[in-house]
């Protein structure tokens, strides 16, 4: 099964297509999108799910020709770098491919003002296109206007092909910006039986130097991390991000202790350059909100238990990353310790994320798990397993 | 990474290397296998890991022509059906091949005897095969005497090619024949969070339908499956091998209980066929000792949290399967309850298992991971990962 067809064996929220003056023909029966426009959307789709989540959606661009065939495909690889338009005119540039008349597919409206990069509304005029086709609305509204440039260009845009599939894909990216919080992503390196630290409290390392490797470019590429004092008191980390032989990475990420214990003045996470930040409450939503005000977009959940449990008890995890060691402990200090559960069918449904390499991966001799919350809101209700598979039922 | 590179990554026992006459010439130096032989060899060890662990080693066989050509590749796909010579043999004829004058290449030296399927060596001869090399003896009595048979035929007939490889192979399958005991599959139906039922007990089911319906295709090719008196008193399970529509499997495996508390007179494990045994210990080696027995050769560890963690904290598991739901709990039941470790050093190594179809499976929306304990003998002793990774120490 490919990512792509991944996405679409889901129920997706159809309802959210919405129909414009271009693609609503006076019968009233849409037929705005041609079969390859409707490929191109799809191979913009399944390009998005290769970058990475965080505070950009995942966003596809791939650029058709009068013929219907595809030019160049572009994905975006996450904040600070190019945007998926962006990236799909690079491309055509460095291939020497003049995309002049030809049609940009892309699964977000093009930005008119993309902070870091520049503005792709204004990077699709100049490269000759002729028409876009765009999913779903710019949901920023520093970012809004990109169909209305384009159009004040005189270029022909149309929009809402592929709608439901293009929200899915980012559907807790939407969340995080219309809720005004950051998107979060867990994290947890542990055992097959799911320890963080045997009994005595040793816990460097369970993840092998690989993912350990993974778990630093994350840090590099994110605006926060966050633990408990807990954790600064017991393992006193430094949460900086570092390549193997030690160096820092050039971007750092907010070092953010959250709890109402104060931090040592000797706590390594207190560094040289003063990003740090106590966050004296143990709610998961007030955290989030003091970092939004301090302009993080992308936070990594670190640990320990009680705050890995408290994000995900309070339904606030996007994104979760699980680094699988092949070890068992037997006991110590389990990843979670209570999600207010106390029966099955009240589980946590998570389902495999298949962008950024894929929902699962070897990294040395562990396995990286990639998880995002279930999608719940369109599916029928369903029995638990014992309705799904009655015939092996009281095993 | 293929399988078969991946054992060869290890470090092997190249003490195990036993030269014969034929293959150690009056130099000293051992050159008597030729590049075709042994490439036919490696690709006799690759085909082998497509077979499932259990009762019998995994095995596999490479008829090589006279130019060595690589005619035709055969495997063990587990007790009761052919052995990889038969079924390299089977093949042949089925495609017409005359593997008169040609060699045949094997992991583990052809049986005399071979129970359910008729004898290799009479097949081998019988195809006019006039070259034997295989890796290792077969350590079972019955069986022995292979070799013998084939030359007493007039076939030439050397061993000693990649001994090491096929022990590595088949490392917990010698062990188990070596002391009399089953050979052990443990098997774990559990959430990301390691949870094996929730704070109520509801267990049914953790798995997806997939994974239970690979769990009940494992029932009914092993000797036996094994859980403690507590589940049966908990969960009450039949133990039977079911398809998907509930009718049993052609082949049920023993049904054994592990406990001090007699099984009550209702107890569904009890079924009809009378193919219950009590086991009145809490001793998994002396469990193990009363099954083997019994004629036991494949045991599968079922549960609970308590027999899981015996056999386990004993170093009585050849093999462990985990059915990894994506889901969380939070609480409840945890797999394993203590293994007598207190400190991460002390952590049981595993190393992923490539045989039977891989290490990492999905199943519906399950992972299924295959494992096994991990080879230490000739490793250099280990400082954790704190040595492997010091830059990122303190992290």
Not at 39 to 46: C, G, I, P, T, V
Not at 81 to 95: F, G, K, L, N, S
Not at 339 to 360: N, P
């Amino acid at each position: 099964m490919t990512a792509a067809s991944g996405q679409r064996a889901m129920n997706l929220p159809v309802a959210e297509f919405q129909p414009t003056a271009e693609n609503q023909p006076a019968t009233g029966i849409v037929t705005a999108f041609s079969a390859t426009e409707t490929a191109a959307m799809d191979a913009a789709l399944e390009a998005a799910l290769r970058g990475p989540r965080g505070a950009n959606p995942l966003v596809g661009a791939v650029v058709v020709d009068a013929n219907g065939r595809q030019l160049v495909t572009g994905f975006h690889r996450g904040a600070g770098t190019a945007h998926a338009e962006a990236d799909a005119i690079a491309q055509a540039a460095a291939a020497g491919i003049d995309l002049r008349g030809s049609t940009m597919v892309v699964t977000l409206e093009p930005c008119n003002h993309c902070g870091r990069t520049g503005p792709c509304a204004q990077a699709i005029i100049s490269a000759g296109i002729t028409d876009v086709i765009y999913a779903v609305d710019d949901p920023h509204d520093p970012a809004a206007g990109g169909a209305a440039t384009l159009r004040g260009a005189g270029i022909r845009v149309r929009s809402g092909l592929a709608a439901g599939e293009a929200l899915e894909l980012n559907r807790h990216w939407f969340q995080a910006v219309a809720a005004k919080r950051p998107f979060v992503t867990l994290h947890i390196a542990q055992t097959l039986d799911s320890r963080i630290a045997a009994e005595d409290g040793t816990s460097q390392w369970i993840s092998c130097p690989e993912s350990l490797a993974d778990n630093h470019g994350l840090r590099g590429r994110i605006d926060a991390i966050l633990v408990g004092t807990q954790t600064v008191l017991v393992d006193n980390p430094r949460l900086t991000a570092r390549d193997a032989s030690g160096t820092p990475a050039g971007h750092q990420p907010l070092r953010a202790v959250m709890g109402l214990r104060d931090i040592p003045a000797d706590a390594a996470v207190r560094g040289e350059d003063g990003r740090v930040l106590h966050l004296p409450t143990r709610d998961p939503r007030e955290a989030l909100s003091q970092l939004y005000t301090a302009g993080i977009r992308h936070l990594m959940v670190e640990g320990g238990s009680r705050i890995l449990s408290a994000f995900l008890t309070a339904g606030l995890v996007d994104e979760l990353i699980v680094y699988l060691a092949p070890t068992l402990l037997g006991s110590g200090t389990p990843a979670l310790n209570g999600l207010g559960i106390s029966t099955l069918a009240e589980a946590q449904q998570w389902e495999w994320d298949q962008a950024d390499g894929g929902s699962v991966r070897s990294l040395g001799r562990d396995l990286r798990l990639h998880l995002r919350p279930q999608h719940t809101e369109s599916l029928e209700p369903q029995p638990l397993r014992a309705g799904a598979e009655p015939a092996m039922g009281g095993y």
